[in-house]
């Protein structure tokens, strides 16, 4: 079966087609800028990469150009449209209705606009590719597979804030959680990996890049996550603040007379591996300068891991012990020497990393000593393939059983 994974942005547009059972990607692209004039289309699997400009002036003409490519000329993979089977489309913000992936109708499509209140710019645009994608290929059954459904599981000791307990009921202020795709498929996948049931582990995953997200995840149910209501809580990240003092927030906009924006603009794009070393939010330059005597660039590399292994410790805590410690994300799968700090010391609790197997290359693996009482593993995330495989277990059940509902049980967890 084919699947279509369609991740719309407000300007752009990701997709992939892979064989789910195969687990082949056919067919990968980016359209860029959509609905301006600089609007550009990238095309193949890294190599044979085609790069050109093209109108799209919305969603709607992205999935046209996206669809010519995959069935015609050089870059064609598949003859015809019918060999779409299905089509996964992310959704960032499911909010208090989707526990998990979901078969698309309209009722779906209106709640997901309804969660837009709670991420604007991904919710709508998730829709705009939905749109897209049904104008184009009518027949074809659909799937919203939510960043936010995995940590539906979290209990409300987790998910609620010591804030009025009315702000929560008039504004639905709790945690929601992100990046819940890719901690799904690297704790699944890690359970693979160890040849144990995900339900007997206790697992702290942790996605490392420019977005930083650790959760805990107890015999398969995330019971916590570092991200909270929106994106910007948890762990210090490349550009956002991650959790500090909330009085810093009105004090600040009181100093510097900034406007919500403006402050929510700080905390977002300015603050972070930026923000602190006034370098820039990629570690591998703010390591360059570390290396380079620039202590302000050492002060946020430390800064970074130190916010990791607090959360590593916050999470042992609430599970009463951990099996397992996922890596993922560009600095969780790459960095050898953040790695090392954020597992350092920690060998009272159980966690040994290996200094040779931590060197040894970004693939799949282990990198804790055969006597560490946790393993540590490195696992390269695949969201995409996270939700191909949801879609086909929807779509396939779907066609199994001609029925509009599903079986839960084919779900992961
Ligand atoms: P995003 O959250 O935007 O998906 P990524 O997961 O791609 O981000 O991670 C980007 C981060 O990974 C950057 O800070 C980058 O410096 C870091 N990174 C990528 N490769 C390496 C590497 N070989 N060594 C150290 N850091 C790396």
Redo the contacts with the bound molecule.
């Keep these: 079966m084919n699947v279509l994974v369609i991740n719309a942005g407000s300007s752009s547009l990701k997709y992939q087609l892979i064989n789910v059972e195969t687990q082949e990607l056919l067919a990968k692209g980016l359209c860029d800028r959509v609905g301006s004039d600089e609007a550009m289309h990238k095309h193949g699997l890294d190599s044979d990469e085609i790069c050109i400009h093209t109108q799209m002036a919305d969603h709607d003409q992205a999935v046209a150009v996206v669809l010519e490519t995959l069935t015609s000329g050089p870059t064609k993979a598949i003859d015809s449209l019918e060999e779409i089977d299905a089509v996964g489309h992310r959704i960032v913000q499911g909010g208090k209705y989707f526990d998990r992936s979901v078969i698309i109708d309209e009722d779906v499509i209106a709640k997901i606009d309804e969660m837009a209140e709670l991420a604007p710019l991904h919710n709508k645009a998730a829709i705009m590719g939905i749109r897209g994608c049904q104008h184009h290929m009518p027949d074809t059954p659909m799937v919203a597979v939510f960043d936010t459904s995995f940590y539906q599981s979290l209990p409300p000791k987790a998910y609620m804030y010591p804030l009025p307990y009315e702000l929560y009921e008039k504004y639905a202020i709790r945690k929601y959680g992100a990046h819940g795709t890719s901690h799904r498929y690297i704790a699944e996948r890690a359970a693979d990996l160890l040849e144990e049931d995900l339900r007997d582990l206790k697992l702290i995953t942790c996605h490392l890049?420019?977005?930083c997200s650790i959760s805990a995840v107890d015999h398969g149910i995330a019971v916590d996550t570092s991200m909270g209501m929106t994106p910007l809580d948890g762990l210090m990240m490349?550009t956002r603040c991650g959790s500090i003092d909330p009085a810093i927030v009105t004090y600040v906009m009181d100093k510097e007379g900034l406007s919500p924006q403006e402050m929510d603009d700080l905390m977002n794009k300015r603050s972070g591996l930026l923000g602190v070393s006034g370098i820039s939010?990629?570690?591998?330059s703010v390591?360059e300068e570390a290396d380079r005597g620039n202590e302000r660039a050492l002060l946020a590399y430390e800064m970074y891991s130190n916010s990791a292994k607090k959360y590593i410790g916050q999470y042992m805590a609430v599970m009463g012990g951990v099996d397992c410690i996922v890596l993922t994300?560009?600095?969780g799968e790459?960095?050898a020497k953040m790695r090392r700090m954020i597992f350092a010391g920690l060998q009272t609790m159980g966690i040994v990393l290996d200094n040779e197997r931590n060197m040894a290359g970004p693939r799949e693996r282990e990198i804790s000593t055969d006597e560490s009482e946790v393993l540590i593993v490195i696992i390269p995330t695949d969201e995409e393939l996270m939700i191909a495989r949801d879609t086909y277990e929807l779509v396939h059940d779907l066609i199994d059983s001609d029925e509009v509902d599903y079986n839960p049980d084919m779900l992961l967890f």
Aim: proline share 0%.
């Design positions: 890049g420019n977005g490349g939010n990629d570690l591998r390591d994300g560009g600095v790459n960095s």
